[in-house]
């Protein structure tokens, strides 16, 4: 038998926990990643027994988030991104800053040193964009108006955090770090951050650039040979190659430079397979992520110092959610927005486990702060998805019981009512057209090529802004909000077309739909057949399924082309 095969005990007793104790939690009717959090604490060096190979565990875990970011990446574009900047920069920067003023006081209040203080600040104020999309995933929002916010919001958090990593050793002995190091003055800092940005810049452009065109020809190049198992190592080749490039030569993290490259390998008409092909290595790495972050945590600190543990958890679960919702809803994007952007940063991950590590090995942050970090980032993640389910009964409550949150739809917002210069003829016998993604998007120019009057509601306000600007009519909120339907002239409306997959919205603004105009006629979206099934079953209006559609599309073609090939009465 080898010597050594750390490697192999890791995976078999990483694969065989998680599979018993994701199993057990969705038994009990918990999500999975409870059991694979756990299965990390059973074989971490925090319980007695078996321990594997930490560091290990966390080079495999990073694979598993290169892979899930290229795979982020292979379905949210460029376009995507910019479409929700206006959002994403302010709302991630004012929210990072929000959640480190909270961290860092909690800090201060026992003592510690202002240095220690900011660096646990920091690390409890950047969310797991790991979780974050598998939260998304399980739910079938990642491609929704609020999933975009929400990813892009991370995304922009994972570039200031590639700058704090940079920037920390540099202000290490201004912030009272026990090294050695020298100190730091203004020009040397200067210079620090001029060459930070210019290698982050200088990588995101060789990536719009020479990626975009390079990495949809290697695709088509791949898939030529006709080899599946060439096509799955190209891509796995560019996820990880690309993203240790990335971190090598632009100081880039791991993450981001499979985010761009997923982006730009998105230009390809492969792409939809390169995510197919990824999705397996995608799903064991990301069970691994788990278990790994389930091994960096000591359990003795939930008894040793219980009260700094609660206080960990009252910033990351009640301040930050807080904090994004009130900015959210700032910006005048309906509750359900605000919510699901809170949910998603309620939680912190990989980025607050590498910047606690460098606080350390610095000086700025002691064990004890570490292990409060790590304590943190296991129960916010295990409680996530419970802050995900609740989103719905949350709105709804808020708006059963608080004048407020009704006011909130109310409020005077130029985008969620049509300008009174509209002309009347878009206000009868009209489409309303709910969600201007890629389907709405076609629909819409197809109205338009046949002069049928037709009003968009989206919940993205840079779509609406952008519609009105054209002059097209345009209205902005969550179209399960009978408010944003009326305002729509649903009452006059000749047909209700909703292009989101989302069930239970879609249900809502059936059952509003109707009770304002009976005689309204209804047509729905649904990416499975069982939701179809049941929105067909419900009679709730005429449900197309995307492989239906295109099955139904590519056999009119075969049969028309074949009946004008054979010959009559052959």
Request: hydrophobic letters at 55%.
């Amino acid at each position: 038998m080898p010597h050594n095969v750390s490697l192999i005990a890791l995976l078999a007793s990483g694969f065989g926990l998680a599979l018993v104790l994701g199993l057990a939690a969705a038994r009990l009717r918990m999500p999975p990643l409870v059991g694979y959090l756990l299965a990390g604490v059973v074989i971490g060096p925090g319980t007695p027994g078996f321990v594997a190979d930490v560091e290990l565990s966390g080079q495999l875990a990073e694979i598993g988030v290169m892979l899930l970011m290229f795979g982020v990446g292979l379905h949210f574009s460029l376009a995507d991104l910019l479409a929700v900047r206006r959002i994403a920069v302010p709302g991630a920067v004012v929210q990072i800053a929000a959640a480190t003023l909270m961290g860092g006081a909690v800090a201060l209040g026992w003592g510690w040193p202002i240095g220690d203080a900011m660096v646990f600040g920091l690390s409890l104020s950047v969310a797991s964009t790991v979780v974050l999309l598998r939260a998304l995933e399980a739910r079938g929002h990642l491609e929704s108006t609020n999933g975009r916010i929400a990813v892009g919001w991370l995304v922009v958090e994972d570039l200031a955090m590639v700058l704090v990593l940079v920037l920390l050793p540099a202000l290490a002995p201004v912030l009272g770090a026990k090294s050695s190091a020298p100190g730091a003055d203004f020009g040397g800092l200067a210079l620090t951050v001029g060459v930070t940005l210019a290698k982050v810049s200088a990588f995101i452009a060789l990536m719009l650039f020479g990626g975009r065109w390079a990495f949809p020809r290697l695709l088509w190049l791949v898939a030529r040979s006709g080899s599946r198992e060439l096509f799955t190592l190209c891509v796995v080749a560019a996820a990880v190659g690309v993203a240790y490039g990335a971190a090598v030569l632009f100081d880039v993290s791991f993450a981001l430079g499979a985010f761009f490259a997923g982006m730009m390998m998105r230009e390809s008409e492969f792409s939809h397979r390169a995510a197919d092909e990824s999705l397996p290595l995608r799903e064991a790495f990301s069970v691994l992520f788990f278990v790994s972050v389930g091994m960096l945590f000591d359990p003795t600190i939930l008894v040793s110092a219980p009260g700094k543990v609660l206080a960990v958890l009252a910033v990351i679960l009640v301040g930050k959610t807080i904090a994004a919702i009130a900015l959210v809803l700032a910006f005048r994007y309906p509750l359900n927005t605000a919510l699901t952007v809170g949910a998603s940063l309620a939680q912190i991950g990989e980025f607050s486990f590498i910047l606690a590590g460098l606080g350390v090995s610095l000086g700025l942050l002691t064990p004890e702060g570490q292990s409060l970090i790590l304590a943190g980032a296991l129960i916010s993640i295990a409680l996530n998805s419970l802050l995900f389910t609740a989103i719905e009964p949350a709105q709804a409550w808020a708006r059963a019981h608080s004048a407020w949150a009704r006011r909130l739809d109310l409020r005077d917002d130029p985008l969620a009512a049509l300008p009174m210069s509209t002309d009347r003829k878009l206000l009868t016998g009209q489409v309303v057209l709910v969600g201007y993604g890629q389907v709405g998007q076609h629909i819409a120019a197809a109205l338009a090529e046949r002069h049928i009057p037709c009003i968009v509601a989206d919940s993205n306000r840079e779509v609406v802004e952008k519609l009105r600007a054209a002059g097209r009519a345009a209205v902005s909120g969550d179209a399960s909000d009978p408010i944003v339907l009326v305002q729509a002239h649903i009452t006059r409306a000749a047909m209700l077309v909703v292009t989101t997959p989302d069930t239970l919205a879609s249900r809502q603004m059936v059952d509003i739909a109707r009770k304002l105009n009976p005689d309204i006629e209804i047509v729905l979206r649904s990416d499975t057949e069982d939701a179809a099934a049941m929105l067909r079953g419900e009679k709730l209006g005429e449900v197309f399924v995307g492989e239906e559609e295109l099955a139904r599309g590519m056999c009119g073609y075969v049969t028309g082309r074949m009946q004008r090939a054979v010959p009559a009465g052959a």
